[in-house]
């Protein structure tokens, strides 16, 4: 029973940081995604292209790929291309902080990429009748968008931006990859150090638990937004 106790207290430590890394990636992700989203739907063709290319990029190659890539890539790069400037930016140490950091930063960019296709889709969808009506009314572009397009796009990206969601607190397992402890890391300690397994299943009950609450809260959202139902 105390062994128990202490791999739950473990587990717990860990899902704290994963939940932490969770609830920050939302933070910076979300407000990144809508701004992407913007300059993917920009008619000045430049920015527009380049912000398409970023995002293909980032969709298109794995998670992992991208952490290991923000958190070796400073370094080598300080070490290898531009040592005489000896600018000191490299995440590759044994503080637990950088190695947080660099997580979070390729979280947040890889789920800004998913989040911007998301809302870019739903501002799309929205039709033009929509604006034309604004307009008859007298309403400003900013007024139209806030007070007539933006609910509506709300309603309906909130089951894809659910799924990422719940997809997002899973994959901060990938964070054990740099050694940050985490959820999984912390599992796998115990199988390292004493050759148990069952923390493994037991971090699994974790996510499911968390993701059962997420997929509630998501199913109210919903249910509070059916007044747009036509």
């Known amino acids: 029973m105390s062994q128990f106790l202490e791999v739950c207290s473990q587990l717990a430590g860990g899902f704290v940081t994963a ?17 992407v989203s913007f ?3 920009s008619k ?13 990029v980032l969709r298109g190659t794995p998670l992992m790929l991208q952490i290991f890539a923000i958190f070796y890539l400073p370094g080598i790069l300080n070490l290898f291309v531009w040592p005489q400037m000896n600018t000191g930016w490299e995440w590759f140490d ?4 950088t190695r947080f950091i660099a997580a979070l930063v390729a979280f947040s960019i890889n789920y800004a990429a998913y989040f911007s296709e998301i809302f870019r889709g739903g501002i799309q969808s929205i039709s033009k009748g929509q604006y034309e009506a604004g307009q008859v009314l007298g309403l400003t572009k900013k007024q139209i968008f806030f007070k007539i397009v933006l609910l509506q796009v709300v309603k309906r990206i909130i089951p894809p931006m659910s799924n990422e969601i719940i997809t997002l607190i899973k ?7 740099i050694a ?4 999984i890391y912390e599992a796998k300690e115990f199988m ?7 923390p493994l299943f037991l971090a699994g009950a974790f996510y499911l638990i968390f993701v059962g609450l997420l997929t509630v809260i998501f199913n109210k959202i919903e249910k509070k937004l059916d007044y747009f139902k036509a």
């Open 19 to 35: 939940l932490l890394l969770f609830l920050l990636t939302l933070l910076f992700a979300i407000p990144l995604g809508l701004l």
């Open 39 to 41: 300059c993917t739907m």
């Open 44 to 56: 000045f063709k430049p920015l527009s292209a380049v912000s398409k290319v970023i995002v293909w």
């Open 94 to 97: 044994t503080t637990f902080t």
């Open 171 to 177: 994959d901060t397992a990938l964070a054990n990859t």
């Open 180 to 183: 940050v402890y985490d959820l």
């Open 192 to 198: 390292t150090t004493e050759g148990l397994i069952w």
